[in-house]
C-alpha cells in the first residue's frame, strides 16, 4: 500500500525514516498521467534501491503563457493505483502553494545547456524544472532518482545541475518505452486524434531513416539531421527543430562523430511531441 503525503515536511520525514533504517531511497519525479515510461521508471529504481517514493506535481513554473497547464491530464486516482501496483512505498503529491509558498522568489539555473534545442521555444522552461527538481531533491536528500531519455536535454540538464551543486544524487537515465509502432510513449499521446496519432509516426520514420543511414556508413551530422526531417517534416504542421547535437555537451556536433543525438520537436494541432535517438548508442526505435 503506497503511502500518500501532501506536504513538503511529511515527505522529507519519511524520507529520512527510510534511510534511518538503511533503505536506500529511489526517487521517480513525475507530473502525473501515468503511463508504462513511468512505470519502467519505478521498475528500474526497485532495481536500484528499497524504498521508492514518486512524486506527481504538475509543475507551474516549467509551463510558459499559452502553454497546456490548465488542460494538463490530472488523473490522480488511476496514478495512485498504478503506484500501488508497481509497489511504490510513498506518493508525494503537493499543491503548488505547498511548493511555492507566498513571497516564493528563488530560481535555479544551468546556463549553456538550457540554451539549444528545447530552449530556443520554450524559454522559461528549464529554470521551473531545474528550480522544482532542485526543491525534490532537497526534500527527498540522498537518492537515486529516474528520468525518462524521451527528454533528453532535461535529463543532461539536471546531471549537470546535480555535479554542480554536489548533491547527494545519482541521476539516472532510462531508455525510451515505446509503444508497438514505435510512437514514444507521451501524457500529451492521449491529445492526439485517431489521425493525428497516425501521423504522429512521421517521427519514427524519421529517426528510423537516420538510423539506418548511420548503420550503413554515414557520418556527417548535416547529413544524418536532414534525412530525418526530410521524413518528419511533411506529416507534421509545424516543425520546432530537427537538430543534430553532441549527446553530451548539445552543441552543433563536430565531423565524424562516433554518437550524435538527432532531437526532434513537432506538432499536431495543439499537441507538441518531442522524441530524440543517439546514433551510435541506442538500438533502432
Not at 529511489?26 to 501515468?34: I, S
Not at 521508492?52 to 499559452?66: E, K
Not at 516564493?104 to 530556443?120: A, H, I, R
Not at 530525418?228 to 507534421?236: D, N
Request: hydrophobic share 40%.
Amino acid at each position: 500500500m503506497s503511502e500518500v503525503v501532501r506536504k513538503p515536511t511529511e515527505f522529507r520525514r519519511a524520507c529520512e525514516d527510510a534511510r534511518a533504517v538503511q533503505r536506500r531511497v529511489g526517487l521517480v519525479p513525475t507530473m502525473g498521467a501515468l503511463h508504462e515510461g513511468h512505470f519502467s521508471l519505478i521498475d528500474e529504481a526497485r532495481s536500484r534501491a528499497d524504498f521508492i517514493a514518486l512524486t506527481i506535481f504538475v509543475n507551474p513554473l516549467q509551463f510558459a503563457p499559452g502553454e497546456d497547464l490548465a488542460c494538463y491530464p490530472r488523473t490522480f486516482e488511476s496514478d495512485l493505483a498504478g503506484c500501488r501496483e508497481r509497489g511504490v512505498d510513498l506518493v508525494f503529491a503537493p499543491e503548488p502553494n505547498a511548493m511555492y509558498p507566498p513571497g516564493f522568489q528563488t530560481e535555479v539555473s544551468v546556463k549553456e545547456l538550457g540554451k539549444p534545442l528545447e530552449g530556443g521555444f520554450r524559454t522559461s522552461h528549464f529554470d521551473g524544472v531545474t528550480t522544482v527538481v532542485t526543491k525534490l531533491f532537497n526534500l527527498t536528500g540522498p537518492c537515486t532518482a529516474m528520468f525518462g531519455r524521451k527528454d533528453y536535454q532535461q535529463w543532461k540538464i539536471l546531471s549537470r545541475m546535480a555535479l554542480d551543486l554536489h548533491m547527494p544524487i545519482e541521476l539516472v537515465g532510462c531508455p525510451i518505452i515505446r509503444e508497438a509502432d514505435g510512437l514514444a510513449l507521451s501524457s500529451r499521446n492521449r491529445y492526439l486524434s485517431p489521425s493525428e496519432r497516425e501521423r504522429a509516426l512521421g517521427i519514427v520514420s524519421g529517426l528510423r531513416h537516420a538510423y539506418d543511414a548511420w548503420a550503413h556508413g554515414e557520418r556527417d551530422p548535416n547529413t544524418l539531421r536532414s534525412l530525418a526531417e526530410e521524413v518528419i517534416r511533411p506529416t507534421f504542421d509545424r516543425l520546432d527543430y530537427v537538430a543534430a547535437a553532441d549527446p553530451e555537451t548539445l552543441a552543433p556536433s563536430p565531423p565524424s562523430p562516433s554518437r550524435l543525438l538527432i532531437a526532434v520537436a513537432a506538432h499536431l494541432g495543439s499537441t507538441r511531441l518531442i522524441d530524440n535517438l543517439v546514433l551510435g548508442e541506442d538500438p533502432r526505435p
